[in-house]
């Protein structure tokens, strides 16, 4: 089924909720109410955290609220439901095991063998092409870290300077580095062998360099005849537009496909403050329109190279999801081309994922899994997000109570 930019509404509530009952829709009313009050959100990212830890009980709020609205489940068998029932809405799934920040190489080997286990399990279902991964979930920050100062303090490609600083570890750095790249490549060959994307997402800058080198290895690897490997883009970095351009030019050079999922960023104030503290330049654009301006040139730039360049539009930004249909259709591409694809967090934006998905367009939502209290940063940064990010909370509540209403009128 095709469609033209005006057939496509991200208005159009009717097809953005229709999988969500009267109920779910008031809770999920009540809870972004919540959630635009910024005192409430500052005091419930600091409470519900230390809350778990404590050990008060508080799982079962949380269950019911914020996890429940983000979150697909504690396990595989829980998010099957949640995938059954967007499979009904032509939406896919981007699985993420959402445990973040558990380190040691034995919490590390647990994690490879685990995302193992999930790509086992998308690829015994239809709709879940895509896992996403954080390589910190198999790398001690703090040797992120070494690299990445390493590499600054070299000169030439990305290539040049990871290798070059590999040989400045030492000899035990050494080590735990290629069972870093071990485990990454155990992840990626599965991926390979069952036909699964791995997304490798972005984090922070100051460990952003050895990151991207070693995802431009996997590609190089396991990206020769489709796109199994994706790096993350973050379109708020001044600096990333030229990353996207020079890893396609060694995309062409090393004749792989080239995965980039593209986002926007959520590290923004963590970014500004830290290079305040340190004395360096911001790497984060200095305003919003920038930022958008950025974005939209390098989605131009990955459909310009479609051949070339696989992307994941990664957007809750309406005026770009819309801008990669119109560019598909001038070129007379179909909206399920296999190099394209959209995706939205699990609890957002549902407005742009299922009307993008009923016209045709191969889409997904983000959807991460695991025990509550190993995903409570991940939903922080959720609850966080929806406050930071200018009328976003706004524009959800607006759409859920337009769907509340035309039910309403359509009872009476």
């Given at each position: 089924?095709?469609?033209?930019?005006?057939?496509?509404?991200?208005?159009?509530?009717?097809?953005?909720?229709?999988?969500?009952?009267?109920?779910e829709l008031?809770?999920?009313?009540?809870?972004?109410?919540?959630?635009?009050?910024?005192?409430?959100?500052?005091?419930?990212?600091?409470?519900?955290?230390?809350?778990?830890?404590v050990g008060?009980?508080?799982k079962g709020?949380?269950?019911?609220?914020?996890f429940?609205?983000?979150?697909?489940?504690?396990s595989?068998?829980?998010?099957?439901?949640?995938?059954?029932?967007?499979?009904?809405?032509?939406?896919?799934?981007?699985?993420?095991?959402?445990?973040?920040?558990?380190?040691?190489e034995?919490?590390?080997?647990?994690?490879?063998?685990?995302?193992?286990?999930?790509?086992n399990?998308?690829?015994?279902?239809?709709?879940?092409?895509?896992?996403?991964?954080?390589i910190?979930?198999?790398?001690?920050?703090?040797?992120?870290e070494?690299?990445?100062?390493?590499?600054?303090?070299?000169?030439?490609?990305?290539m040049?300077?990871?290798?070059?600083?590999?040989?400045?570890?030492?000899?035990?750095?050494?080590?735990?580095w290629?069972r870093?790249?071990?485990?990454?490549m155990?992840v990626?060959?599965a991926a390979a062998?069952?036909?699964?994307?791995?997304s490798i997402?972005?984090?922070?800058?100051?460990?952003?360099?050895?990151?991207?080198?070693?995802t431009i290895l996997?590609?190089?690897q396991f990206n020769?005849?489709?796109?199994?490997v994706?790096n993350t883009?973050?379109?708020y970095?001044?600096d990333?537009?030229?990353f996207?351009?020079?890893?396609?030019?060694?995309?062409v050079?090393?004749?792989?496909?080239?995965?980039?999922?593209?986002?926007?960023?959520?590290?923004?104030?963590?970014?500004?403050?830290r290079?305040?503290?340190?004395?360096?330049?911001?790497?984060?654009?200095p305003?919003?329109?920038?930022?958008d301006?950025?974005?939209d040139?390098s989605?131009?730039?990955?459909?310009?190279?479609i051949d070339r360049?696989a992307?994941?539009?990664?957007s809750?930004?309406?005026?770009?999801?819309?801008?990669?249909?119109?560019?598909l259709q001038?070129?007379g591409?179909?909206?399920?081309?296999?190099?394209?694809?959209w995706?939205?967090l699990?609890?957002?934006?549902?407005n742009?994922?299922f009307?993008?998905?009923h016209?045709?367009c191969?889409?997904?939502?983000?959807l991460p899994?695991?025990p509550?209290?190993?995903v409570?940063?991940?939903?922080?940064?959720?609850?966080e997000e929806?406050?930071?990010?200018?009328g976003?909370?706004?524009?959800?509540?607006?759409?859920?109570?337009?769907?509340?209403?035309?039910?309403?009128?359509?009872?009476?």
């Open positions: 089924m095709d469609a033209s930019p005006a057939t496509i509404s991200f208005d159009n509530t009717e097809f953005a909720f229709q999988y969500k009952t009267d109920e008031k809770k999920a009313k009540w809870l972004f109410s919540l959630m635009s009050k910024p005192w409430i959100v500052k005091a419930g990212v600091k409470l519900a955290p230390w809350s778990l830890q008060l009980p508080v709020l949380i269950r019911n609220t914020i429940k609205q983000f979150v697909g489940g504690e595989l068998e829980q998010i099957a439901p949640v995938a059954q029932l967007l499979d009904k809405y032509n939406v896919k799934i981007i699985l993420d095991y959402g445990v973040e920040g558990k380190e040691g034995e919490n590390f080997d647990n994690a490879c063998e685990v995302f193992i286990k999930v790509i399990y998308a690829a015994s279902q239809s709709n879940i092409p895509f896992i996403g991964v954080k910190t979930g198999f790398a001690r920050f703090a040797l992120l070494r690299l990445s100062e390493l590499m600054q303090k070299e000169s030439g490609t990305l040049k300077r990871f290798l070059a600083a590999i040989e400045k570890l030492s000899h035990d750095e050494k080590e735990e290629h870093v790249r071990y485990r990454v155990r990626c060959d062998k069952n036909k699964i994307g791995v997402d972005a984090e922070e800058t100051w460990i952003t360099d050895p990151l991207d080198a070693l996997m590609m190089d020769k005849e489709s796109a199994i994706y883009t973050q379109h970095r001044t990333r537009q030229q996207l351009k020079d890893s396609y030019e060694a995309a050079e090393r004749n792989f496909i080239l995965g980039a999922k593209m986002v926007r960023g959520a590290y923004m104030e963590k970014e500004r403050k290079a305040a503290e340190k004395g360096y330049p911001s790497p984060i654009m305003d919003k329109a920038s930022t301006r950025d974005y040139e989605l131009r730039f990955c459909i310009d190279h360049i992307i994941v539009v990664a809750h930004n309406e005026n770009s999801n819309m801008l990669a249909v119109k560019l001038e070129k591409l179909p909206l399920n081309h296999p190099h394209i694809h995706s939205q699990y609890g957002m934006s549902d742009i994922t009307n993008l998905a016209a045709g191969s889409v997904s939502k983000y899994f695991g509550i209290k190993d409570i940063k991940y939903l922080m940064r959720r609850a929806n406050t930071s990010v200018k976003q909370t706004n524009r959800e509540l607006m759409l859920i109570e337009k769907e509340l209403e035309r039910r309403k009128s359509k009872k009476s």
